[in-house]
C-alpha cells in the first residue's frame, strides 16, 4: 500500500512543475481573488486555470492551510485532540503509542487532524478520541477472531478496542 503522504508529495511537485508556479504563489493568487472557501477555490481553480478537480481539491487545501499559517504541527494536532473534556485521555493515547513502538523502530506515527495512524509499510492501527469518555483503538486484524474486549468492526480496521483508562492499554491490547 503506498505512503498517503508520499503521494501527497509527488502530487504537489507534479502541480507545482506542470503549472510553474508554488503552492504559495497559488495561495497569494487566491487571496488577491478574495476566496476563502474551499469549494470556491476548487471552482475557480478548475474553471480560471484549468486544473483538473483532484489537484484543484489538493491546491485547494494547501493554498488555505499556507494562508491560515502554514501546516499545522503533530504536538498542535494532538493537543487539538485531546483538549478540554478529552484532555484527561491523552494518558491513554500516550500509552498505546509506547506499546506500538515497543513493536520496532519501522512503526511509523501518523497524526491527523482527528486520529493517529499507526503504520509500518500500512497501517495497523487508528488511535481516535470520539467522545470525553474513551480512546477507540482500530485495529486491521484480518482472519482474528473478535472476543469479548476486541469487537469486529468493518473497512480497514477490522477490530475495535474501547479504551477508558491508561490500564486498559495491557498485555491483551499489546497482543
Known sequence: MPDPDAALATQLR?????????????ADDIAAAGLTRHGEIVTYL??????THGNANT???RAREQLSGGPTGDAELLDAQFRGAKAPLR????????????FGGDVDVAVKKTGVSLRRTK???????PSAKRVRLGLNLRGVEPTTRLAATTGMCTHLV??????DVDDEVAG
Do not use: C, S
Request: net charge negative; hydrophobic share 45%; proline share 2%.
Open 14 to 26: 507534479n502541480i507545482e512543475r506542470d503549472t510553474g508556479r508554488t503552492v504559495r504563489e497559488w
Open 46 to 51: 478548475k474553471r480560471e486555470h484549468g486544473l
Open 59 to 61: 491546491l485547494a487545501h
Open 91 to 102: 494518558p491513554i493515547y500516550d500509552e498505546v503509542v509506547v506499546v506500538a513502538r515497543a
Open 162 to 167: 474501547e479504551l477508558t483508562d491508561v490500564d
Open 123 to 129: 497501517q495497523f492501527a487508528l488511535v481516535e478520541a
